[in-house]
């Protein structure tokens, strides 16, 4: 029986809503045992958000809690923070995602948690970062989005930017903290000592902006938005069938835009001095996208996507969510999992494990717990060595 690349690692999550937790759950479909913590009156408010709702639950917290444990504790009280530092002595991360000073606050900040464990590994997400002038801002997707530059690139040229329906920055930082746990965990392995993460949402969303620094920086271009391409990029777009759907067509490269011509019944527009190369296409691409425009309508979605895959060219439908649980190649790879919800009783479909790995894949034990506090004793009691009598205690107490 295989096991995760992470068995073994302890990860605790502290932090709410999304970058931190999901750093939490990539590390945890990897195997790691996470360790969420939530307040005991303050539960993580991702456990009512999601746009269904079924007997009074929601469905984000579902997903984007799967794999983990939870645990209650209040780490502004003395006991609160003895118990936290136990639980630091026994694990390998932390992953916060708080306003940079606030477990300092706490008398909690790296040089304590370093006392108790050397090798402890430090995952801090915040809007800007643990230094500089905006450090102490609070941050969200939205604004990382924006200050960013990434949302000055979305929509279409003369309209206001939109935003995606769905916290983009907030899920890139959750990626790039899990990636840069991982490094410092293979350097742990070096060293035998931990480190600080510091990963900002406004710079995760700049990290993935390809060219848009060096362009403005030689030529002065500020890249705008494209609306349904990218400009200087052809042929890249979206084309009308003949049923009014809508299919992708990319055939950018040389070698490929000679396969869509031929696949067209056009092979001699290859050689167009119009579409010759990757420059020219970019130069000329309106009449382009009009001549592919006018090819797409003649015919149903079915059949353009079935013809462009024949000859090599890269297409595809634009699918709605409805369509893309149902995708073959998806459920093929187990890409549309199902995750047990205790609260309704009954599978929820979410997105799989993400990237497959052949010798230690990743894997969806359990959904996100029901309740807050539901492993209390496990930890506390099964980890740390506490009793009955003194968990009742503490749960007297407001600790848990």
Partial sequence: MTTGALDGIRVIELGTLISGPFAGRLLGDMGAEVIKIELPATPDPLRTWGQAELDGHHFFWTVHARNKKAVTLDLRTPKGRELFLELVE??????????PGTLEKWDLGYDVLRQRNKGIILVRVSGYGQTGPDAGKAGYASVAEASSGLR???GFPGGPPPRLALSLGDSLAGMF???GALAALYRRTVTGEGQIVDTALTESCLA???STIPDYDIGGVVRGPSGTRLEGIAPSNIYQSANGSWVVIAANQDTVFRRLCAAMG????ATDDRFVNHVARGRNQDELDKIIGDWAGKRQPEEIIETLSQAGVISGPINTVAEVVQDP??????MIADHFDERIGRAVKGPGVVPALSESPGTIRNAGPARPGQHNDEVYGGLLGRSAQDLETLRSEGVL
């Fill in 90 to 99: 026994q694990s390998d991360i932390i992953v916060e995602n708080f306003r």
């Fill in 266 to 269: 056009s092979p001699e527009l």
């Fill in 152 to 154: 000055h690139m979305n």
């Fill in 329 to 334: 190649q998806l459920q093929a790879r187990g």
């Fill in 177 to 179: 903290a899990a990636q």
């Fill in 208 to 210: 993935i902006q390809e």
